[in-house]
């Protein structure tokens, strides 16, 4: 599948169980429904567009589309007061979304956040000689950093930033044969 676009006018709405591929890719591989998703967590999380926009520095068109996109996948749920978060797809496992889906997300948020780098903002990359096995054991602990970070933030309440982060494992070297 090579879709870009995300979900189309006129696509049949998921159930919140049964997600469309191509809402999970437009999820997936767009920071500014990421970043508002993650922005609804916040103590100080307004459900207006317009703060949503200010604070993100994006259009209120954009805003409003990430909310309603939102919550159309059962990411977000509407609450009396605004929003809240949802855990809805918070045991994916990514099946659903093949190899080349993967690589198509991996570029668009790599082209999305390396355009709102600055001079303030942190980036490395590194080329080192690893093993398969030693490499998946540092990405299960990188994945596991992250959701300790998470955590932390959420208890202690330090949720006022919105921050991305992205990580490439990719093999560079053929097989010995």
Not at 36 to 44: F, H, I, N, S, T
Not at 70 to 83: D, N, Q, V
Not at 153 to 159: A, L, W
Request: aromatic share 8%; with cysteine; proline share 2%.
């Amino acid at each position: 599948m090579k879709r870009s676009e995300g979900y189309a006018a006129g696509e049949t709405t998921p159930s919140k169980k049964n997600i469309s591929t191509s809402d999970l890719i437009h999820f997936c591989g767009n920071w500014v429904w990421r970043a508002v998703e993650a922005l609804v967590q916040a103590k100080d999380f307004n459900p207006n567009p317009a703060w949503v926009a200010d604070r993100l520095n994006i259009s209120v068109e954009a805003a409003k589309d990430a909310l309603e996109g939102l919550e159309r996948i059962g990411m977000i749920e509407k609450t009396e007061s605004g929003y809240k978060g949802s855990a809805e797809l918070e045991n994916f496992d990514g099946a659903d979304v093949d190899r080349s889906d993967r690589f198509e997300i991996h570029n668009k948020m790599k082209d999305q956040i390396s355009a709102k780098l600055t001079s303030r903002d942190s980036y490395a990359n590194a080329v080192l000689l690893s093993s398969k096995a030693n490499m998946q054991e540092f990405y299960m602990k990188f994945c596991n950093l992250i959701e300790e970070l998470n955590n932390k933030n959420m208890t202690e309440g330090c949720t006022s930033d919105v921050y991305a982060l992205e990580l490439s494992l990719a093999k560079l070297s053929r097989d010995n044969k």
